[in-house]
Structures are given as C-alpha cells and as structure tokens.
C-alpha cells in the first residue's frame, strides 16, 4: 500500500505555529540534511464581522523562515479547510516554493462553484495549484522524500502527507481525546473516513503524527503532536479496536448536532481558490458572498 522506498530513519524538524483565533496548527517542516522545508496548512487572518483580512500570523511563519535561512519548496494544502483562510499564495509571494493540494479538489471546487454560483471565470480544474497529488504520489523536501496519501472522508480532497517518520494527517484524525473530525459536509463520509483514519493508523507505530487542528478538550492546553500507537490505543473515536459500524453511527449522529463552522462561508471561497481573494468586481473591490439557507 505504501511506497517502502521512504526512508523513515528520515526525522524532519517540526515547527509547528499555532493560531488560536482558528485552533489551527501551521508546520514548518525542515529536512534534516538541507535548508529546504515546507510549509503545511498556514492561516490568514480575518475579522470576518469587519470584513478586513491580515497577514500576522504568516507573517510570524515568514519572519521564522528567513531567520533561519531556510528555503520554501513545498506549500502544502492537507485539504479545503472550512474553518479557516489560507495564507499559502500570500507566503509564496514572499518565499516562492509550490503549492500542492489532492487531485480531488476537483470536486470540492465544483461541489462550492455551485453553491456560491460562481462563474466560468472560476476554473474547476484545480489549476490555481501548482501540482495535484494522487495517493501515493512522492515527492521532494530537499533530500527528504516525502508521500501523500488520500485520506477521504472529512472532505473528498484530503491527504496525509508523511515526511520522514512524520505525518501530517489534516483533519483525518484529532489527538486522541479528540477523537475525529465531522464527516458531514458536501462529498464527506463517515465510513470513508473511518477507511482513511485505518490508512493512516497502518504507518509504522513509531510515526509522529502531528494534527492540523486541537481544541484543549476537557480545559487541557493546546497540543498537537502524537503518535501512531497511541492514537491505536487511546483514540476515543475509533481506538481500541472500535468498529466501522460504531464509529459511522457515533460519527453520524454527532454530526447531526453540530453547528456550521464560524468561518465557513469566507473560508471555502477562499481556499476553493487555493487561497486567493475572490477577483474584484467593475469597482475594483472584491466581495465575498453569503448564500442564504444553501449550506
Ligand atoms: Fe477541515
């Protein structure tokens, strides 16, 4: 299933930058043997009440790059996140590097283009990337190989990308008193991610897995960072041997609960564009649009 050529004795240094406006953790990911590095997930910043968006938190990520002299080759995208804007063209503005999300934007950009009747301007072809990764892709940070893998089910163009004995596994799995992202937007599915979370829990136990987002369940402080054998072992969604059928159930019926994400509504129409701004209208301003009673 996997690609075995990966050298996973490979330990990338892990910077993770995190944004507690969104709960979202931003990685820089550096190959040992080089200055090279990724960038996963970044957040832009927006006052959504306001209008007015803001480049603090890339440009904390920025200022830490070049710092350390390091050399941007990747910006990846783990997925279209709905809870927060991206920052990556802004970033590849300043530091270059390519951006890279899964093949399967594709769908999500159809799916969004539709409910925010969008129009032939706004390709569906997912060429606002620089590269789109089918599962088991490769590529490279440096000297390090890194591997994507589709992981579907939270939306249908999610990848866990494993760099080294690291796996950034986006929205497929929470810490492990975290249990699992919903699974009910447009193209999700809970039995699809449930095949996904299995995917990533086959990576050797040993495997740093660092998640894209954390909420402190229970009052604890932010962390981000576990393995592939704990989340085996304690995951209190699909841990401990947890079944298909329970976790489709349990995941099904949480969902029907959930309110939509704060940030929705500017976040998809952002990220669909691989995080550029909607383009401006006859009056040069650019507009985000709310569709009423569609999500
Ligand atoms: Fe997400």
């Given amino acids: 299933m996997f690609d075995h050529t990966l050298d996973r004795r490979t330990k990338p240094e892990v910077h993770p930058f995190f944004d507690p406006a969104t709960n979202t953790i931003s990685y820089v990911v550096k190959d040992p043997g080089s200055e090279a590095c990724a960038i996963v997930d970044s957040v832009m910043d927006i006052d959504y009440a306001a209008g007015r968006i803001s480049y603090d938190h890339a440009d904390e990520i920025i200022g830490f790059v070049r710092d350390n002299g390091l050399k941007v080759e990747w910006l990846i995208e783990t997925h279209v996140h709905a809870d927060h804007l991206s920052a990556a063209p802004y970033i590849q503005q ?23 009747n969008e129009g032939t301007e706004f390709q569906r072809d997912g060429s606002q990337f620089d590269r789109l990764f089918d599962d088991g892709d490769t590529y490279l940070v440096g000297g390090m190989k890194c591997l994507a893998l589709h992981t579907p089910g939270h939306t249908p163009a999610c990848m866990t990308h494993v760099m080294g004995d690291a796996a950034f596994v986006g929205d497929t799995l929470f810490m492990p008193d975290g249990g699992s992202a919903r699974a009910d937007f447009p193209g999700g599915d809970a039995g699809t991610l449930y095949d996904s979370i299995q995917k990533v829990l086959s990576l050797p136990e040993e495997t740093r897995l660092f998640m894209c987002h954390d909420y402190g369940p229970n009052g604890r402080d932010i962390q981000w960072e576990t393995t592939v054998a704990e989340e085996k072992a304690q995951n209190i969604h699909v841990g401990g041997g947890k079944t298909k059928e329970e976790f489709v159930k349990f995941r099904t019926e949480r969902d029907a609960q959930l309110d939509m994400p704060r940030l929705i509504i500017p976040s998809l129409q952002v990220n669909m564009r691989a995080g550029e701004l909607p383009p401006p209208d006859d009056t040069g301003k650019r507009f985000l649009k709310v569709p009423l009673n569609t999500l």
Avoid: A
């Fill in 94 to 116: 300043k530091l270059g590097g390519k951006l890279g999300i899964g093949r399967n934007i594709t769908v999500v950009q159809d799916t969004f283009g539709k409910v925010f």
